[in-house]
């Protein structure tokens, strides 16, 4: 064996190898596998082995509307601390201020400059956020859902997720594998809006409150107690579960409207076991600021209830023994291990900020992914063996060479795929399948040149080496242009488009791999032994 291309067989060699050995975490084998092989393989999408495709529209009005609650309610707070007799109030998309005079004006401008005066009327001034304000905060509010729903995802464990924005305020979310719908919608859904509110207990109404009630009855008891509300509070419903009979009831609960500490304090929440009870629990974290809070909360309400509510849902209201140090707390109930582990995911990604609306839900079974696998692969074989046999009747030799290229082609692509842990869908399946095509047209293309150069009366192994010099720009031209619609697929492209795109650049760049180095070394060690007098082409 020569040493020109000594490397050349090593390369093939180490290539081929490296392949088979990334490929195994996608076979049967991979149980038995080391930890570190494990992560690599290739991930089946949603089409080829079922999941979940959800559409959700972004409330952004919802968004506008609480942002200007909160303008008003901020200069409110501030004409208090300022010592000042005037207060904000939100109207529609309108902030009206009242005394109006130039002190309120000044502080509405300075805090808040992207409040224009629409209006002076009767002592009051009517304040409205630009519209340029209005966008941005709308498409914020976007961006910040599908940051969210991202971070809830992967901690959520899918593998390979698709989740990008479409149109003006809508997210979709595929989630291939999944097969508990219900589960993801509620950990991707959820709004996730965590608060520590009083109870008030010493109002008249929460004496005649029913303890419990049956689940479904909540509007009824809103309806028949709405006007004796107090002020400042409002009725709010709690889950409570039977540990011996599992059944579950609904307990009933005055609350007061103003929350004393919300989630966005929080730094972690996970999820421990209770001894007493061998059930989970949520054990939440605050930062610095929200620990100090904490603190002055449960120091100044001893012997009160403080609730823990989630989406104005209370799942627990413990009394106040003693002052809590540390800036740790529980959330409990009878959850399950899967429900304790999903509100965990939620909390620590944060609260989305604004509701989601649901567009579309799209189940998709595990038969049709196994319909569309047996289909491509069937499509891929059938198309390999009439190249095959192809080649080989009429290219002879030639033509078995150019099969060996074929097979160390897709040996190398799948290898690639799997080292990249990619996702095959079924346009990755029709990427790989014309990548096959394009290795064929670059061994056909350097034999009809390496025949004209034989019809010229070139010795055989001068025929093979003016047939890959000549051809070589041509095949170099035409997988460039290929590689670069490959890019650009990738890059605005989404979904499948991606996975067709990386299927068919890695394709590419392999076919030039065993078109020009492959079978040129095949040609190479049949002729180096001994001068051929003629070539089987």
């Known amino acids: 064996m020569k040493k020109k291309f000594f490397w050349r067989i090593s390369l093939i060699a180490a290539a081929t190898i490296l392949s088979i050995i990334f490929f195994l975490p996608s076979t049967s084998l991979v149980s038995s596998l080391p930890d570190w092989l494990k992560k690599y393989g290739i991930t089946l999408g949603l089409d080829l082995q079922g999941g979940v495709h959800l559409v959700y529209e972004v409330d952004i009005d919802k968004t506008v509307d609480v942002t200007v609650e909160r303008i008003a309610s901020s200069l409110t707070n501030t004409f208090k601390e300022k010592k000042i007799v005037a207060k904000a109030e939100k109207q529609g998309l309108d902030i009206i201020i009242s005394p109006d005079n130039d002190q309120t004006k000044k502080i509405v401008q300075e805090q808040f400059p992207s409040l224009s005066l629409e209006s002076q009327s009767e002592g009051k001034a009517f304040f409205r956020i630009d519209s340029a ?47 508990d719908t219900r589960r993801a919608i509620d950990l991707v859904g959820k709004t996730a809006l965590l608060e520590f509110k009083l109870l008030d207990d010493e109002a008249p109404l929460a004496a005649q409150l029913p303890g419990t009630i049956p689940p479904g009855q909540e509007e009824n008891i809103l309806k028949q107690y709405a006007p004796q509300i107090p002020e400042g509070d409002q009725i709010l419903f709690g889950k409570i579960r039977n540990r011996e009979t599992q059944t579950e009831t609904k307990a009933v609960y005055l609350v007061k409207k103003q929350a004393l500490l919300t989630g966005d304090f929080l730094t972690e929440a996970r999820v421990s076991i209770d001894q007493r009870y061998n059930e ?97 692969i069937m499509a891929g074989i059938i198309g390999a063996i009439m190249v095959i046999v192809f080649m080989i009747i009429y290219y002879k030799l030639s033509g078995v060479i150019a099969d060996f290229a074929l097979v160390l082609n897709i040996v190398f692509l799948i290898g690639a795929l799997s080292a990249f842990k990619a996702t095959l869908t079924m346009p990755g399946i029709a990427g790989i399948i014309l990548a096959i095509g394009m290795a064929v047209d670059s061994n056909v293309l350097m034999f009809e040149r390496m025949r004209d150069e034989l019809r010229l009366g070139k010795t055989p192994r001068a025929a093979i080496d003016s047939g890959y010099d000549k051809a070589f720009w041509t095949i170099f031209d035409s997988h460039v242009t290929t590689l670069i619609t490959a890019v650009v697929l990738y890059e605005f492209g989404t979904g499948p488009i991606k996975g067709f795109a990386v299927t068919l650049g890695v394709g590419v760049l392999i076919n030039l791999f065993t078109a020009l180095i492959g079978t040129k070394t095949v040609f190479d060690l049949i002729t180096s032994k001994q001068e051929v007098k003629k070539l089987s082409i």
């Open 280 to 376: 989970p629990y949520v054990s939440l974290s605050f930062d610095a600021t929200g620990a100090k809070l904490f603190e002055q909360i449960t120091a100044n309400n001893i012997k009160k209830r403080l609730a823990i509510v989630l989406d104005d849902n209370i799942h627990s209201a413990p009394v106040i023994q003693d002052k809590i140090e540390g800036g740790n707390a529980q959330i409990t109930g009878s959850f399950g291990m899967d429900e304790a582990k999903d509100l965990a995911i939620i909390l620590r990604s944060g609260s989305l900020p604004a509701p989601l609306k649901m567009l579309q839900n799209v189940t998709i079974g595990p038969s049709l992914g196994k319909d569309s696998i047996d289909a491509g």
């Open 133 to 179: 304000e209005v966008g941005r905060i709308k498409n914020s509010a976007v961006d910040q859902a599908l940051e969210t729903i991202r971070n809830r995802v992967d901690q959520f464990g899918v593998a390979e997720p698709t989740i990008h924005r479409q149109a003006n305020n809508e997210i979709v979310i595929e989630l291939p594998g999944v097969k």
